[in-house]
C-alpha cells in the first residue's frame, strides 16, 4: 500500500519566521517518487519539487528546502523567512513504484498562512 | 509555452445529468492523468491516459470515464450525477517518461444541486 500523511492540517506563522512542514509516506517499493505542489487560492497545483527513492540528497532553492530520510520516511519542506506570498495548501505526493504509474498519492495537505 | 488549459473553469448540473469536461495538456506531453478534489476525500486519483489508451484507474465507479485524443486532449465524463461528485477536477499533464513531475491545471469546479 502507499500512503503520505500531513500531520499539519494547519499552520500560522508571522511573516519572517522560519516553517517546517511534515511528510511521513509509506510505500512497499523501493522505486518511488516523492513530491511538493503548492496549491495557492487560485486552485491549480503548482510543482515545486521531486525526489527519487535513489537521491537522498537534500536540497535548497532559494527559500525552500527539502530534507529527504529514507530511514524515517519522511519528506519535510522547510520555508526561510516566510512571506505572505507563501499562504497556500502544500500537498506531499508519492507515485510508487514501475515506469508504467503516475498514479500520484497525495497527502491531505497543509495550510499555511504567513500573516504580515 | 502555453500551461495545461481546463475548460470550462465553473460548471453547475443537476443530479442526474452528465457532464463532459476538457484537458488541454502542454504540447509536446502525452500524458493525462485525473483527479478529483473534495474537502472530505482530498485529492484521489481518477485515471490515466497516454496516447488514447488508459493505463491507470483510480478507484471511483464506471459513472466516471475519459478518453484521449490523437492530439493528447483529454476528456472526462460523468454520467448520472450525484450530489457528491461536486468538486474541483484537476488535469495533470506530464511527458511520461521516468523521473517527470506533473504539470496541473486551475481545474474545472462542478456543482451538482
Redesign the interface.
Given at each position: 500500500a502507499q500512503k503520505v500523511t500531513q500531520a499539519q492540517t494547519e499552520i500560522s506563522v508571522v511573516e519572517k519566521e522560519d516553517v517546517t512542514l511534515d511528510c511521513v509516506y509509506e510505500t512497499r517499493d523501493t522505486t518511488y517518487y516523492l513530491f511538493w505542489y503548492k496549491q495557492p487560492p487560485s486552485g491549480e497545483l503548482v510543482f515545486l519539487i521531486r525526489r527519487n527513492s535513489f537521491d537522498e540528497q537534500n536540497e535548497i532553492s532559494g527559500r525552500y528546502s527539502w530534507n529527504f530520510q529514507k530511514s524515517t520516511s519522511s519528506f519535510n519542506f522547510t520555508i526561510t523567512a516566510s512571506q505572505v506570498v507563501d499562504s497556500a495548501v502544500y500537498f506531499c505526493a508519492l507515485i510508487q513504484g514501475s515506469y508504467n504509474n503516475n498514479d500520484m498519492r497525495f497527502g491531505a495537505g497543509t495550510r499555511l498562512t504567513v500573516k504580515p | 509555452k502555453a500551461g495545461?488549459t481546463q475548460t470550462p473553469r465553473y460548471l453547475i448540473k443537476t443530479r442526474g445529468q452528465q457532464v463532459t469536461l476538457s484537458c488541454s495538456p502542454i504540447s509536446g506531453h502525452r500524458?493525462v492523468?485525473w483527479?478529483q478534489q473534495t474537502p472530505g476525500q482530498?485529492?484521489?486519483?481518477l485515471f490515466?491516459y497516454f496516447s488514447e489508451t488508459q493505463?491507470?484507474k483510480?478507484n471511483f465507479p464506471g459513472r466516471f470515464s475519459g478518453r484521449q485524443f490523437s492530439n493528447s486532449r483529454s476528456e472526462m465524463n460523468v454520467s448520472t450525477l450525484e450530489l457528491g461528485d461536486s468538486a474541483?477536477y484537476?488535469c495533470?499533464s506530464?511527458r511520461?517518461d521516468?523521473?517527470?513531475?506533473?504539470?496541473?491545471?486551475?481545474?474545472t469546479?462542478l456543482t451538482v444541486v
Open positions: - | 495545461v500524458s492523468s483527479y482530498g485529492l484521489q486519483f490515466e493505463r491507470n483510480g474541483l484537476l495533470a506530464s511520461r521516468r523521473n517527470t513531475e506533473a504539470f496541473f491545471g486551475q481545474g469546479r
